[in-house]
């Protein structure tokens, strides 16, 4: 099978980390290879930012990355790619009507409507991932929120004009469903986990004597670290680390003021960027793995710790509630509630056999379920579905819209 990964910001070349480079980056690109490992052939599509990167670049066998010209060749943020989306869209279209792929997979917002654009001339069925959804974010952010306006309302056309949406939890589904999109076009995809890499054996990073929390992802406020370091007053002689965010980014010292009101500056590192390869080993260094976010569209770092062995305390968020079973894998509270935080991690680093249970169960539903490779087939399997439906196999050259004729 032919397929064209659409990624307008999240290019799977990009170091991970930064303010637009997250759990969207790691998941193209793992999927991907994935794909590719399955004997698919992928070509990713993500804009391009830096001039002197050639227009194709191999990501791994099978998998080409393309750079596709719209807009300034530098780095923007993601919010403001909105005008240059019908170049984008151009662009593909172009593309597609010379070598059509068997079916296009967007990943966010503004690749749905590129995608939808280009599909439009050229009859390639569209498989959609939001990755996060406009609605929530204005519902947690308020006036925060800096996504254009006309998000939440493109959101809507692409739910309903893509021919499959993938979601990657149970809460997408509802969120999906208040959206009035037909539960029929919807299929339940989870994020997957690098099993080679993220491991309970392997090297582990010092990071001084116990107990250690960490807490790990990109540096904004949504992420709930706040939240992290508040409840620490309630975790006698633990020791946070945080681990994210470029040099210059406001939010670790806005977190670092924060942990001297509170009085737990003592007790709380920052290690800033972590490079990838080094995340599974500052992971197995951790007692305790803390993923507090207000919201989270899915939530991929307590899945890799999960995979680690590690036990994770999580907000009651987003995919979190289908990735960790309370009691069982680690535990789950509300968002924002310091106290009911720190109570959570006191009990849990008190009881070391809980916290070793924990592990245990957390690392076998890690590789029982999301290993990259049952994810790339069970995406698959919705590709396949969508074809089918439309009367196409693999490959099938495309004469007019809708004939279905080769």
């Known amino acids: ?67 596709v010209p719209a807009g300034p060749a530098m780095t923007m943020d993601k919010d403001d790619l909105l005008p240059w989306m019908p170049d984008f869209s151009r662009w593909l ?5 010379a070598a059509p792929p068997d079916i296009a997979h967007s990943h966010f917002w503004m690749s749905g409507l590129a995608t939808l654009a280009a599909a439009r001339d050229t009859a390639v069925p569209i498989v959609h991932t939001f990755h996060a959804l406009g ?33 990657t939890c149970a809460d997408e589904v509802a969120e999906l469903g208040r959206m009035r999109m037909p539960c029929a076009s919807i299929h339940v995809v989870p994020c997957g986990v690098d099993l080679d890499a993220f491991t309970p054996a392997g090297r582990t990073m010092d990071l001084g004597p116990g107990p250690i929390l960490l807490a ?46 509170y009085g737990v500056a003592d007790r709380v590192r920052f290690l800033g960027r972590v490079d990838r390869e080094d995340v599974p080993v500052l992971m197995r260094a951790a007692d305790v793995v803390v993923s507090v976010p207000w919201y989270e569209p899915f939530g991929i770092v307590p899945l890799e710790a999960m995979a680690c062995g590690v036990p994770v305390v999580a907000s009651a968020v987003g995919g979190h509630l289908d990735t960790i079973v309370p009691g069982v894998t680690g535990l789950l509270v509300p968002p ?64 007019c819209p809708g004939t279905g004729a080769a």
């Open 216 to 261: 790990i992802g990109r540096a904004v406020p949504r992420k709930g670290v706040e939240t992290t370091i508040r409840a620490l007053r309630h975790v006698p002689d633990a020791t946070l680390v945080i681990a994210g965010g470029a040099p210059g980014e406001p939010e670790p010292a806005r977190l670092m003021r924060i942990a001297g009101m």
């Open 135 to 167: 609605a929530v974010k204005r519902r947690h952010q308020g006036n925060a929120d800096t996504s254009p306006h006309e998000r939440i309302e493109t959101e809507a056309l692409v739910a309903r004009q893509a021919d499959a949406v993938i979601a």
């Open 1 to 67: 099978m032919k397929i064209a990964m659409v990624s307008e910001h999240a290019s799977p070349l990009a170091t991970v980390g930064g303010a637009d480079a997250g759990g969207q980056n790691v998941h193209v690109a793992a999927l991907s290879r994935s794909l590719a490992a399955q004997g698919h052939e992928v070509t990713v599509y993500t804009r391009r930012e830096d001039p002197g990167r050639p227009e194709e670049v191999s990501l791994a066998p099978g998998v080409t990355v393309i750079h």
């Open 336 to 399: 924002r509630k310091a106290a009911v935080l720190g109570r959570a991690l006191r009990g849990l680093l008190a009881d070391p056999f809980l916290l070793t249970a924990y592990g245990v169960a957390a690392g076998e539903r890690a590789r029982s379920r999301y290993g990259w490779g049952r994810i790339a087939a069970q995406t698959t399997a919705v590709y396949t579905d969508v074809l089918a439906s439309l009367g196409r196999s693999f490959g099938m050259s495309r004469a």
């Open 93 to 97: 279209a172009q593309r597609w009507h």
